[in-house]
């Protein structure tokens, strides 16, 4: 433990009482997130349950110069969560009251520590749904944090969209609300975008509104296996420039499909495949159906097969939910070293297959699973981070990946955020974004506390 | 003509030659948006042509620390141009050109300058389209800066979803791009969304790439007038809980109907009415019209009255988008004092009626028109800004107006923008966001130069 910090920890624990922990098992569970970063532990872990708490915490944080990170469920992929200077991690589980759901006008408010599908379980009888879906059973505030998206975003976007408003404990203990409720608003600088994807660097978001979603009256979910990569990517565009507002397009290639049929007990065959779902009235949904079997058939796409009841489409997409797990099964002890570049969809294709050609030089296998209607795509290859000359080779084969997709006009991460992983890539990205990047950090958190070395560094 | 600013101006006019403007009738056209604020010339006017050209500008302005006001279209509605502290005014108007267009990614960038209706008919026979309408022809630049919406937002978003990318000049000349192309992105903070509603208060947008739409193979629209008012809003309540993805449904009362009537010589009952369309395949058109107009029949609405053709189509569209002269002609030589609420739907009858008894003590007419959809409408009275005692009156009624739209979790402006006219509102409805925005203003633009004494004041 630093000793600069004994004061501050006795505040908190004075504060805090049960609620405040230094045992080394509960921070070590507060070291890392579920990548192949390498953990490093907080000299202790708060659990607050208001958001004045939180202020509180944040008072007597700044006072003693001790670095804050925000920890929602731990579940992220770039080390944003990791204490790489120590300081206080602030677990937000305990904050997990919905606070308010409004069916008329299809919002909510919750605390940051309630988790996607907490929220959709309390909300379900009301006739609404929160369509944003990453792999893992997130907390809404790590979400907002990391600017989450996930399989529903083509059609319902990503936490950008999703959120309303937030309350964000500042640096030095200021409680901010960052917009109203209502549905859009021109009411000066956009706060709230401005916290959605900060990763936990400007300051601790409490709690969050949410647009909510009407649950469709019918939902069909279908699988399409491709003879080629191009031919899924194509079907997507079409469909898209059609206008079909499908509601989720996912695309797995063969070597992800081997992963999937290994880890959750599947047959599918070893080819690429569309993993599709439909949303509206049952006639709508009927011919969205028709017109994007009839695209694929156009490129050699299979007939679709059908999982029509909800537990064959709850099945299918806890598979898809559950391919990072089923990457990393792909080699015992392994961790996953996520990729996540997001490119215009017009070089989706080129983008992949340029990849594939690169990590058929690795000699590795590596699957490949994508948000296709977003152009966005995952290599998944399982590592051993302990491995100086494997995680050599793969950083090697990363920088490469970033590098074509920013040739193509994309990004370096299209969902799971900068973090401590991808610093380096985002000043390649945007030089001059990032510049301006640091100038609003030293002016909201001047003395560096808020999650300090993620996202930009200031030194 | 402020002696301090010679050297500036001997400088831009070596600069620009001909593209430079410091004559009274060109400052004057710079003085004003549509809105009742009183006009303020600039000292003198440039014409740049390219974003490096900007950047020339802004180093010029800051060396002699002018004050620097970007122009649009001067359609606005806040005094978002008007010079009251003088400086110069950047009219992108000569910046143009669309630079892309990508129908295979559906989206497209271009300079600042271009306009809403330039856009559209650059790039329709692409099949693809641009969403957004404010009622007046404006340029995207200046659309982006107020964070624009109208009449498509409850399907298709605002400024704040359609905006992918900017590249921004600073106050210093520094030329930033704010994002990749790529449709979403985890890549550090949101610069984009940060320009997008900053009013040229923190940088001049010269570049805007854009989302763009398909365009649907069947468009239809009809109008339903009801007997009352929450009868036709309980309908779009209803229409958006049963997930019916509606296109436009606007409201307009019978003040409204009375003022449209005479200006666009059309003969609608002098009722509340809804105005609609329905964006889809022909089947799934057909589907939702049948929906909304059982649930409009629910409500006392009347049977659909349908502009079917485009040309009929056109003309209603024009009606509705000429709202707001036609409220202005409701009283010769006025100008128009629009106000901007928008409140969660399920506030929206309650905060139109208590308006109208509001109005009723006024004893003025005001005609009530509304994107409904979203929560946002507006009183628009044709006033005399010249008359003190009736611009007291209309200012309590307006600030009454706010009041009530805040009570009910609302904002003070749903698509406007706060300009010069709403600073003293934005402190009531985001006390400790302001200061935020302050803390933004100050490091982003330390000498206060990029259209100062807007969205925020910081003396």
Known sequence: MTANFT?????????????FDTSTSVRLHHAHDESFHLPASPDAVAFPKS???VSEIARICMR????????????AMEGGVNAYQGGLSIDMSLMNKVLSVSAEDMDCSVQAGVTRKQLNEYIRDQGVFFPIDPGADASIGGMAATRASGTNAVRYGTMREAVLSLTVVMADGKIVKTSSRARKSAAGYDLTRLFVGSEGTLGVICEVALRLHAIPEAISAAVCAFSSLQGAVETVIQTIQMGVPIARVE?????????????????FPLLPHLFLEFHGTNAWVKEQAEIVSELAADHQGSDF???LNTEDRKALWQARHDFAYAASAMRPNARIFSTDVCVPISQLADCILETVADIEKTGLSMPIAGHVG???FHVVPAVDPTDAVEMKMIEAFHASLIRRALRMGGTCTGEHGIGQGKKKYLMDELPAGVELMKIIKRALDPDNLMNPGKVVDLI
Do not use: C, Q
């Open 251 to 267: 695309l797995l290639d063969a070597v992800a499909i081997d992963a999937v049929n290994r880890y959750s007990d599947k047959d």
């Open 374 to 376: 977003d152009g966005n």
């Open 7 to 19: 004061g501050a920890l006795n505040e908190l624990r004075r504060l805090l009482g049960s609620r």
């Open 51 to 53: 958001t004045s708490e």
């Open 64 to 75: 003693h110069h001790m670095p804050m990170l925000p920890f929602g469920t731990g579940t």
């Open 305 to 307: 097969t059908w999982a």
